[in-house]
């Protein structure tokens, strides 16, 4: 399992230098000048992850295999979005495919670069985009209320649960809060994702700054991040500009770049780590001497479902679950000093995989 999500953003915020770089094409065309991505462009990426390597190695795999991501680069939207405004339909309908949204925000000066509303201000163009979303919302729930509100008069007791949602989805939307904040039960998430509300998407705010911010951030920047603790949102810092030219370097000098910049790392791996903290997934492993392979699941998967992820047979024939942890395999050199050491558990139907998991699923015919 891995995740779609949507790069979203005012035009010329870099949205589409970011997609070019997270995917290394260029199938999204960056320009300067509003909606230059007409169609939402998709890209899979792997996951960069060490301990796949590392497993590999151990287990002498002839193949590895990441687990993928994908990244969908969304028409640049502007004010009046709700209304049709721009292509205003289009990017909200291309919204509700993903899983979640990685809002890129302009933190960066330059006069070469024009900006939609004609001025620098990472809170006030966040604004903008949840003021659309939040209206689409709107205007979506008070034209399906009051069929609704029909039906639950009646004895239909899930017309009742799914108004009590859209009630109080809509009183928060009154209030100019995004749906994403509706207090709700574990038990009512699936009834409240069929609503379909464009603010209750996760997200994660990407502050693209200046080259010589890209560690540290700029005052901009911090702006987002103070934003992004109020409201529990997770927020990354990125140079757009350095993630584009760092990928189009070979491998081999990739960490050269990153060390002549002061950078430890490319910006893909903070994206890809705030967004699956965002989206609670954990990623378990698979191991043997054709292929070494991540698998992502969300958090508090229990065995026989995150087999199911790799074949549904497994799920349905479920025995049992060979356990190792990740520190435990590379420290003991593999499943068979794992074995020895009594580090190998033996994980029955409602063990939750944890995060760095090797496993090996026994399951019926």
């Known amino acids: 399992m891995g995740f779609r999500m949507g790069i979203v953003g005012l035009p010329n915020v870099g949205k589409s230098t970011l997609f070019n770089a997270l995917t290394q094409t260029a199938a999204a065309q960056a ?18 992850d060490p301990r796949l390597d590392k497993l590999a190695a151990i287990g002498k795999s002839g193949q590895i295999i990441p687990t993928r991501l994908t990244f969908v680069d969304i028409a640049g939207l502007v004010r009046g979005a709700s ?5 205003g339909n289009q990017f909200l309908a291309n919204i509700r495919e993903v899983d979640a949204i990685a809002h890129v925000v302009r933190c960066f000066e330059d006069g070469d670069i024009t900006h939609v509303e004609g001025r620098i201000d990472p809170l006030a163009d966040i604004e903008t985009i949840e003021t659309e979303l939040m209206l689409a919302d709107l205007d979506s729930l008070e034209k399906r209320v009051v069929a609704l509100e029909k039906r639950a008069k009646g004895a239909d007791k899930e017309a009742k649960a799914v108004l009590d949602l859209m009630n109080r989805a809509l009183t928060l939307l009154r209030e100019g809060r995004p749906a994403r904040l509706v207090e709700r039960a574990a038990d009512e998430e699936k009834a409240f994702e069929m609503l379909g509300l464009l603010s209750s998407k996760p997200v994660l705010y990407v502050c693209n700054v200046e080259e010589s911010s890209a560690d540290a951030g700029n005052a901009f920047s911090e702006r987002v991040m103070e934003r992004a603790k109020a409201e529990n949102a997770k927020a990354v810092v990125v140079s757009a500009k350095i993630e584009s030219e760092i990928a189009v370097l070979p491998p081999s000098e990739q960490t050269d770049y990153l060390e002549a910049v002061g950078l430890a790392e490319p910006g893909l791996n903070r994206v890809i780590r705030a967004g699956y903290e965002l989206l609670g997934l954990v990623t378990y492993f698979t191991v043997g001497p054709k292929e070494a392979r991540a698998w992502t699941v969300t958090k508090g998967t229990r065995a026989p479902q995150a087999a199911g992820v790799i074949h549904t047979d497994f799920e349905k024939g479920f025995i049992r679950a060979e356990t190792i942890a990740y520190p435990d395999y590379v420290s003991l050199n593999g499943e068979g000093g794992a074995r020895e050491a009594g580090k190998l558990r033996l994980e029955g139907k409602e063990y939750v995989v944890q995060d760095g998991d090797v496993l090996h699923f026994r399951f019926a015919n």
Do not use: K, M, Q
Not at 31 to 48: H, K, L, Q, R, W
């Open 31 to 48: 320009a300067n000048y509003p909606f230059c991505t007409i169609e939402p462009n998709v890209g899979d990426v792997a996951v960069p």
């Open 83 to 87: 209304r049709g405004e721009g292509l």
